[in-house]
C-alpha cells in the first residue's frame, strides 16, 4: 500500500517519509486512536516504503520488486500478527489464518476487530493473540533478512495479547535484533499491557475530517459529494463508520419508517396500532431490533438538540431533518433522559433474551405517556 492510498492523515504521513530519510525509525512504534482513522493502512505504507529500493520523494515507487510484492502482502520481510480463535487441528497462530488476512487486508484496509472475526467464522468466540504467537514472532525475527533492510513486525490490537504472549515478547520487543521494526496498532491503548507499551514509541492517529472522508467516499464508492459530506457527518471521523452508513442505508430507511410510525402512533395514543407495530418489529428478530433501539436513541438525541437550537451539531439526513422540524418540540428537557433511559433498558432486557413483544409493548406505551410530559 502506498501513502497515496491512504486516507488523509498528511501530516503525520509527511512525518514518518522523513523519520525515513533522517534513519531516525525507531524499532518499535505503537500506533493508537480510535477505529476507522486508518492506521493500519498508514502502517502498511511505512514499511513499504522503507522496503521499497526506489523510494520517491513522498512515496514509495510502487513497480520495484519489493512494492508489488509488499502490494500482495507477501513481502518475506513483513509478518503479521493479529488476533485468531482456536480451532480443531489448527495451531492458534496467525500464520494458520494468513490467506483470510491477505485477502481482507487487500479488499480493505479499513475493518473492524468484528468484522475480522466474521471473516473467520469464530461465530460465539473471541479472539486472542496466544503464547504459541511468541514462539512464532521469536522464530521469524531471529532469521536473517531476505530482500529488505528492515524485518517488519505488524502487530494488530495487541491489547488482545494474553498475558503469556506478552511476557515472553518483553525483552525482544525492548532489545531486537538489528534492523528489526515493531508496529504496534491498537484502539484501546490504555488496555495494552503498561510492559508492552512503555516499551514502544507513542504515535496517536487523529479522526478523519468531514472532507477527508467525503472526498474519499466520492473517489473510492462513486457517492456523489453532497450525500458523501452528509454521510461523513454522521461518521464520527470513521472511515469505518462512513462505509457502514453507506451499507446501511437501506436498514436506516426502514428503521426511520418505524421511528416515524412509532412516535406518531404514540402521540395520538393508538393502543391497538402500537401493539400491532410492536409484533411488527418483533418478528425481525433479535439483532434488527437492536438496530431499532439504537437508532432509536440517536433520533431522541439528534431532536433533541434541534429544539435547543444547535442545529450545527445535527447528524441527520434529508428525510429526518423533513419530520423533526416538527417533531422536535416533543423532546424536550422535561422527557428526553427519561425517554433515552427506556429506550436503553429495553435494548439491554432484548439482549439477555427478555420476550421482545413483552419489551418494546412497555416501551411503546412509556413513550405515549412521556411525549406529553
Given at each position: 500500500?502506498?501513502?497515496s492510498?491512504?486516507?488523509g492523515?498528511?501530516?503525520l504521513?509527511s512525518?514518518?517519509?522523513?523519520?525515513?530519510?533522517?534513519?531516525?525509525?525507531?524499532?518499535a512504534?505503537?500506533?493508537?486512536g480510535?477505529?476507522?482513522?486508518?492506521?493500519?493502512?498508514?502502517a502498511?505504507?511505512?514499511?513499504?516504503?522503507?522496503?521499497?529500493?526506489?523510494?520517491q520523494?513522498?512515496?514509495?515507487?510502487?513497480?520495484?520488486?519489493?512494492?508489488?510484492?509488499?502490494s500482495k502482502?507477501?513481502?518475506?520481510?513483513?509478518?503479521?500478527?493479529?488476533?485468531?480463535?482456536?480451532?480443531?487441528g489448527k495451531?492458534?497462530?496467525?500464520?494458520?489464518f494468513?490467506?483470510?488476512?491477505?485477502?481482507?487486508?487487500?479488499?480493505?484496509?479499513?475493518f473492524?476487530?468484528?468484522s475480522?472475526?466474521?471473516?473467520i467464522?469464530?461465530?460465539?468466540?473471541q479472539?486472542?493473540?496466544?503464547?504459541?504467537?511468541?514462539k512464532?514472532?521469536?522464530?521469524?525475527?531471529?532469521?536473517?533478512t531476505?530482500?529488505?533492510e528492515?524485518?517488519?513486525m505488524?502487530?494488530?490490537?495487541?491489547?488482545?495479547?494474553?498475558?503469556t504472549?506478552?511476557?515472553k515478547?518483553?525483552k525482544?520487543i525492548?532489545?531486537?535484533p538489528?534492523?528489526?521494526?515493531?508496529i504496534?496498532i491498537?484502539?484501546?491503548?490504555?488496555?495494552?499491557?503498561p510492559?508492552?507499551?512503555?516499551r514502544?514509541?507513542?504515535?496517536k492517529?487523529?479522526?478523519?475530517?468531514?472532507?477527508?472522508i467525503?472526498?474519499?467516499?466520492?473517489?473510492?464508492?462513486?457517492?456523489?459529494?453532497?450525500?458523501?459530506?452528509?454521510?461523513s457527518k454522521?461518521?464520527?471521523g470513521?472511515?469505518?463508520?462512513a462505509?457502514?452508513?453507506?451499507?446501511?442505508s437501506?436498514?436506516?430507511?426502514?428503521?426511520f419508517?418505524?421511528?416515524v410510525?412509532?412516535?406518531?402512533?404514540a402521540?395520538?395514543?393508538n393502543v391497538?396500532?402500537?401493539?400491532d407495530?410492536?409484533?411488527d418489529?418483533t418478528?425481525?428478530?433479535?439483532?434488527?431490533?437492536?438496530a431499532?433501539?439504537?437508532?432509536?436513541?440517536?433520533?431522541?438525541?439528534?431532536?433533541?438538540?434541534?429544539?435547543?437550537?444547535?442545529?450545527?451539531?445535527?447528524?441527520?439526513l434529508?428525510?429526518e431533518?423533513?419530520?423533526?422540524?416538527?417533531?422536535?418540540?416533543?423532546?424536550?428537557?422535561?422527557?428526553?433522559y427519561k425517554?433515552?433511559e427506556?429506550?436503553?433498558?429495553?435494548?439491554?432486557?432484548?439482549?439477555r433474551?427478555?420476550?421482545?413483544?413483552?419489551v418494546?409493548?412497555?416501551?411503546?406505551?412509556?413513550?405515549m405517556?412521556?411525549l406529553?410530559?
Open positions: 500500500m502506498k501513502f492510498e491512504v486516507i492523515q498528511e501530516e504521513k512525518k514518518l517519509i522523513q523519520s525515513v530519510k533522517d534513519n531516525r525509525v525507531s524499532h512504534q505503537l500506533f493508537y480510535p477505529s476507522g482513522t486508518g492506521k493500519l493502512a498508514i502498511l505504507a511505512y514499511a513499504q516504503y522503507i522496503a521499497c529500493t526506489d523510494k520523494e513522498n512515496d514509495s515507487c510502487g513497480v520495484c520488486n519489493s512494492c508489488k510484492k509488499y502482502l507477501i513481502h518475506p520481510d513483513l509478518h503479521f500478527v493479529f488476533p485468531v480463535i482456536t480451532q480443531q495451531q492458534s497462530i496467525s500464520d494458520s494468513i490467506n483470510q488476512w491477505r485477502e481482507k487486508l487487500i479488499d480493505n484496509a479499513y473492524t476487530y468484528e475480522w472475526l466474521e471473516t467464522k469464530a461465530e460465539n468466540k479472539g486472542s493473540i496466544y503464547k504459541d504467537e511468541a512464532e514472532i521469536l522464530r521469524k525475527l531471529n532469521l536473517k531476505f530482500e529488505s528492515f524485518k517488519v505488524i502487530i494488530w490490537l495487541p491489547e488482545k495479547m494474553n498475558t504472549a506478552a511476557n515478547l518483553l525482544i525492548e532489545e531486537p538489528q534492523k528489526t521494526l515493531f504496534l491498537s484502539e484501546h491503548r490504555e488496555e495494552v499491557l510492559t508492552i507499551s512503555s514502544t514509541q507513542p504515535i492517529i487523529r479522526r478523519l475530517t468531514n472532507d477527508e467525503a472526498t474519499a467516499l466520492n473517489k473510492r464508492e462513486s457517492i456523489d459529494l453532497q450525500r458523501a459530506m452528509l454521510i454522521l461518521a464520527g470513521s472511515y469505518i463508520q462505509l457502514y452508513h453507506v451499507q446501511a437501506e436498514s436506516r430507511t426502514n428503521h419508517n418505524y421511528f410510525k412509532l412516535m406518531r402512533l402521540y395520538q395514543r391497538k396500532e402500537l401493539l407495530l410492536a409484533k418489529i418478528d425481525e428478530g433479535r439483532e434488527k431490533q437492536k431499532f433501539l439504537s437508532y432509536c436513541l440517536k433520533m431522541i438525541r439528534e431532536n433533541f438538540i434541534l429544539n435547543n437550537n444547535v442545529s450545527e451539531l445535527n447528524m441527520l434529508e428525510p431533518q423533513d419530520f423533526a422540524k416538527n417533531f422536535s418540540k416533543f423532546i424536550t428537557q422535561a422527557n428526553v425517554i433515552t427506556e429506550i436503553e433498558v429495553a435494548y439491554y432486557h432484548i439482549s433474551n427478555v420476550n421482545s413483544r413483552i418494546l409493548t412497555d416501551l411503546f406505551f412509556t413513550i405517556q412521556l406529553r410530559v
